[in-house]
């Protein structure tokens, strides 16, 4: 049944901090929909107790704002990944599901909404006019994806048609 | 001295996304020999300005967008300084309790982050440990019950502050003279049916820092370490109290600066000097000067300045703490860790006798006072002590404000910590794996957040460099 599928939305990133806030924002946005079996949180910033939320759904969906990606936004699928980290108190959300998994046995589909922002270094609360536009954009691919629960099928239409970005490290 | 064209430049760098980062330089001489250490923080300055003009009970809430790390601090801290300026510091019994409760439920979830998800894998793998094992993911695979007990001490204290302070990324609880909510029956029970739990990982986590450091303490006494100053706010009865109280100051072997100054007095105290080479800028004692004014605050300062510990299990830790340096101020870098830990179970029990207040259930939420138009609020944030000073116009806007972060505050110490590890492990002209554990671990002792604004800063890798005295890169690593 698909209903009985639990979606996780975490949108992360600083709201203070201009495009830096588009993940929050499409959460915001999103939880107004009100879309059932889907759970819907925001934060500065993934950490590690993400992981036990992650460990109770069936797919997860990671929106964050992204510097150098194609516009409007890009969607991809994760695959866990094992970080090392010097200091701070952050995880990239590929740590999260190694973490979901090496942790809790948890084996939760991750995908990754990267929603292109262009203005992060000072502090103000509202979105640049492009990146308002994008998150538009952003809203509407959002809402049809949690409805049709289609994420591995777009994944693999955005990888095919190169609207993802390539980058290594990631 | 030697000239500048005689030195080499080893350059340790994070790779970041946006500004906000640190990196460490150290210098050498012809010989290998460390002339110089500095740690760079690029601090974002620009937050005072942004606030300027803001309505004065925005600020609390403005303010959690400085650091996605610890917002809580900033929340609370913002909101203590606003109540002096609304002359409503004296809160009711529940919005003092609420605030509390918030406060040590981030404390709690801080430490229990930072022990388990950065430095355990140092104290369980070793310095040494390939990188690749000496990381959390080390730790989940072969001490796995420790991992998930640090995932779930986290999301306890974040639980506390979801309910005390509203929705993480908005949390609107504390407000000026007061807080906006009281904590329901559902949620303190729901609290108290896991808080043994929190307790015992509490005690077992202790138990991990302070074996490691009175086992290893031969070998840690002389690592990073330096005889300084410690500071904090104490209560007027010389108790540790991380929410409210006067500032304290002692020196080195503990004879006291000074002692129980009103918050509103700190411009009389402390003062903070603007070097060339740096964004941060580098606090000290007015009384002493910047050369030998400079201080530690955190955990290690708590510990250090406070006469007793208000709660039992944590009072008889810091008694055995306390031991080891014969009662005197403990000095050793290392032993931030376990400082931290003894925090960790103090706010444990702090969070459980505050559950157990049916102040909490009060309705009495805000108090009202006489307008002032400034004040200062000072909270023990988990890193160390955060001043909050603003100006208000009769037009309820803010006019002035001037923050002292814990990390700025630490900024001194880290970097002597880096030198004194640089001087004892630099070995040539070449950098060594060996060097760059030990300068992680040095940074980390004090969980400096160097991530002020925004997510993108979390990932920390660093790059090192090493440059000859022309700028030439001799030698380049790239860490995590």
Not at chain 1, 110 to 134: C, M, P, Q
Not at chain 2, 165 to 190: C, M, Q, W, Y
Not at chain 2, 421 to 447: P, W
Not at chain 2, 452 to 474: F, K, R, S, W
Request: aromatic share 8%.
């Amino acid at each position: 049944m698909a209903d009985a599928i639990r979606m996780l939305l975490i949108g992360f990133g600083n709201p203070g901090r201009g495009d830096d806030g588009l993940g929050p924002a499409l959460a915001e946005a999103v939880e107004k929909l009100k879309i059932p079996g889907l759970t819907v949180d925001a934060d500065y910033q993934l950490t590690v107790e993400d992981a036990a939320a992650v460990a109770e759904c069936d797919v997860v969906l990671f929106a964050d704002a992204d510097a150098q990606g194609p516009e409007p936004f890009s969607f991809q699928v994760l695959e866990p990944k094992r970080e090392e980290s010097f200091s701070s108190h952050s995880i990239r959300p590929d740590a999260v599901l190694a973490l979901a998994e090496d942790l809790f046995n948890a084996h939760s589909s991750g995908y990754l909404l990267g929603i292109r922002g262009y203005e992060f270094d000072e502090f103000r609360e509202t979105l640049s006019a492009k990146a308002a536009d994008n998150l538009a954009a952003a809203l509407r691919f959002a809402e049809s994806l949690l409805r049709r629960r289609n994420f591995s099928e777009m994944a693999a239409h955005y990888k095919a048609s190169g609207l993802n970005p390539v980058r290594t490290g990631m | 001295m030697a000239s500048t064209n005689s030195l080499h430049r080893v350059v340790i760098e994070p790779v970041t996304r946006i500004e906000g980062h640190g990196k460490v330089t150290i210098l050498l001489d012809d010989q290998g020999h460390v002339k110089q250490a500095r740690m760079h923080v690029v601090e974002f300055r620009g937050f005072e300005r942004f606030v300027q003009g803001r309505p004065y009970w925005e600020v609390p809430v403005l303010v959690q967008r400085l650091c996605g790390i610890c917002p809580v601090s900033h929340h609370l801290a913002a909101a203590k300084a606003m109540d002096v300026v609304v002359g409503a510091e004296k809160l009711t019994p529940t919005g003092e309790k609420m605030r509390r409760l918030m406060h040590y439920g981030q404390t709690f979830q801080s430490h229990a982050l930072h022990f388990f998800h950065l430095v355990s894998p140092d104290l369980l793998f070793g310095f040494d440990a390939d990188p690749a094992i000496r990381n959390v993911i080390g730790v989940a695979l072969k001490f796995p019950e420790l991992a998930v007990q640090g995932v779930m001490m986290r999301k306890y204290g974040q639980e506390i502050i979801k309910a005390t302070a509203g929705k993480k990324i908005h949390g609107t609880g504390a407000v000026p003279g007061g807080i906006n909510k009281n904590l329901s029956l559902a949620e303190r029970d729901f609290f108290l049916k896991d808080l043994d739990q929190m307790l015992t990982w509490s005690k077992s986590a202790l138990a991990i820092a302070k074996n490691y450091t009175v086992e290893h303490l031969k070998e840690l006494a002389p690592f990073g370490s330096f005889d300084s100053n410690h500071l904090s706010i104490v209560r007027a009865d010389g108790a540790m109290d991380l929410y409210n109280g006067n500032l304290r100051a002692i020196e080195a072997q503990g004879k006291k600066i000074f002692d129980q100054v009103d918050n509103q007095k700190y411009n009389d105290y402390v003062a903070e000097e603007v070097r060339p080479w740096s964004y941060m800028k580098f606090p000290f004692i007015k009384s002493i000067g910047p050369e030998n004014g400079w201080y530690r605050v955190g955990p290690l300062a708590r510990l250090n300045t406070c006469d007793f510990i208000d709660t039992p299990l944590a009072e008889k830790e810091r008694q055995e703490f306390m031991k080891v340096t014969d009662g005197k101020p403990n000095n050793v870098t290392m032993a931030y860790h376990w400082a931290r830990m003894i925090e960790l179970l103090h706010s444990a029990e702090k969070i459980q006798a505050l559950l157990h207040d049916p102040d909490l259930q009060g309705t009495d939420l805000v108090a009202q006072g006489k307008w002032r138009g400034e004040g200062v609020g000072i909270i023990e944030a988990p890193r160390g002590t955060l001043f909050h000073h603003y100006q208000v116009n009769n037009q309820n806007q803010v006019v002035m404000a001037n923050l002292i972060v814990s990390t700025t505050n630490n900024n001194e110490p880290m970097n002597r910590a880096v030198q004194k590890v640089a001087q004892d492990h630099i070995d040539g002209q070449k950098i060594t794996e060996g060097l760059l554990n030990r300068v992680e671990v040095a940074i980390r002792a004090y969980d400096p957040c160097l991530s002020c604004a925004t997510h993108a800063m979390g990932q920390m890798p660093l790059v090192v460099e090493l440059m000859d005295a022309q700028g030439n890169i001799i030698d380049r690593k790239i860490k995590g």
